[in-house]
T-cell receptor, first 116, second 117 residues
């Protein structure tokens, strides 16, 4: 998983504030994915993005959550008006463009959001 | 419905013991991929293995081995001669629908392995 950079690693927000999590994919990777890990659970898929495009957002909560992957710069997962239930680890992953049979996605080190 | 079941929540062993982690999956697809990831106490996710549904050969990598059995929908993971550094949470995951969909992993709840010196 070397190369997928996430920041911040730890973020504390008060209820009602906004949280922004950043992800820079591995070099040469143009696909980015966000997953969420709630306490003591496995990861759950949220969204799949390519540059300037949302490909699959079937796992994104309907409200307050948004994601982007601009032409320049990192992918950003934005959570508006955070609530305590948003406290989780948010993992970003990246992969080269498909088709690329045999490749898998590689995860970053995660960003831990705590809402107080 | 849970697509990936890791029935063991926690396993504790003494160093040098072998430990087997169970993973049972559920899918109607004929093409799918199975994965194992390790999450050490530092929190990052470390990729261990990816196996497609057409390859039932068991695999060994150092002290790690995997047993894939389609007949029982299981993809078990064994650590031989465990070491303290193996202490981590281990996740089994499934992606369905072929390679174009293999970004969408369904994870099990994880098994916490503690190896005592």
């Amino acid at each position: 998983n070397a190369g997928v950079m996430q920041n911040p690693r730890h973020l504390v927000r008060r209820r009602g504030q906004e949280a922004r999590l950043r992800c820079s994919p591995m070099k040469g990777h143009s696909h980015v994915y966000w997953y969420r890990q709630l306490p003591e659970e496995g990861l759950k898929f949220m969204v799949y993005l390519q540059k300037e495009n949302i490909i699959d957002e079937s796992g994104m909560p309907k409200e307050r959550f948004s994601a982007e992957f601009p032409k320049e710069g990192p992918s950003i997962l934005r959570i508006q008006q955070v609530v305590r239930g948003d406290s989780a680890a948010y993992f970003c992953a990246s992969s080269p463009p498909f088709p690329n049979i045999g490749n898998t996605i590689y995860f970053g080190e995660g960003s831990w959001l705590t809402v107080v | 419905a849970q697509k990936v079941t890791q029935a063991q929540t926690e396993i504790s062993v003494v160093e040098k013991e072998d430990v087997t982690l169970d993973c049972v999956y559920e899918t109607r697809d004929t093409t799918y991929y199975l994965f194992w990831y390790k999450q050490p106490p530092s929190g990052e996710l470390v990729f261990l293995i990816r196996r497609n549904s057409f390859d039932e050969q068991n695999e060994i990598s150092g002290r790690y081995s995997w047993n894939f059995q389609k007949s029982t929908s299981s993809f078990n993971f064994t650590i031989t001669a465990s070491q303290v550094v193996d202490s981590a949470v281990y996740f089994c995951a499934l992606s369905e629908g072929g390679w174009s969909n293999d970004y969408k992993l369904s994870f099990g709840a994880g098994t916490t392995v503690t190896v005592r010196a």
